[in-house]
């Protein structure tokens, strides 16, 4: 059984239009990958970031989405906005969603199954804080948001998981490969489809550190923030995952 490798960089809140050269710099190294590369741009760049991609093997997708179709939701994007807009994926229950705006599992969910019904493929963040894992309850803890978060009693649905401890979000730090290999190892054998659902890792995924955590059995691919935003960083993760994708195949 061989799992799709997903690259994916999510740009936060970075990225004018200025930016949108990035796509021309990264498509020839998506082009020569295996993997599935995916770049999540702010939600004013996703139409023109589409646009861009046209042609390549680049794929677009939204960092959030809301939970409703439509309606009286000032500020908000729906998940059919997005796919209209040409996105493909979309980020849901972000650590930083989660604590910026007090999103729920229950929210998390809500707009998963939107981007389901929308014809998108959410990415599903969970992930444990720092005291969470000084207080050894980090497997406890994900597990619990994964089984909240997750569509509700469904197999065979196209969707994507991302592991991404609160604390190595931005700082450099990254969980040790061991802390990985259990955490995917436990996510996986809670999920609907383990066989198939990608579970991505993320949390200062970089360059010098993208092969070790490709390498791991249960680990299909990466979420990436600040490397995303480099065209030179970024490459070299995708390139560091056409190595997994060789070797598993
Ligand atoms: P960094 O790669 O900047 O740590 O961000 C990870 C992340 O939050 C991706 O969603």
Redesign the pocket.
Known sequence: MTRQTLIAG?W?MHGLTGALGFFSEIAPVAAQSPATVLVCPPSTLVHQAARACEGTAIRIGGQDCHAARSGAHTGDVSADMLRDAGASHV?VG???RRADHGESDADVRAKADAALAAGLVPVI?VGETRAEREAGREVEVVARQLAASLPQNQTGVDLVI?Y?PVW????GLTASINDVARMHAALRERLPDPLTTCILY????KPDNASDLLGLADVDGA??????LNATDFAAIIKAASLKSELVR
């Open positions: 999510n936060k980020i972000h650590s930083e963040c991302a991404e190595a979000i931005g700082t993320g949390g200062s995924v979420l990436v923030g600040g490397a995303s």
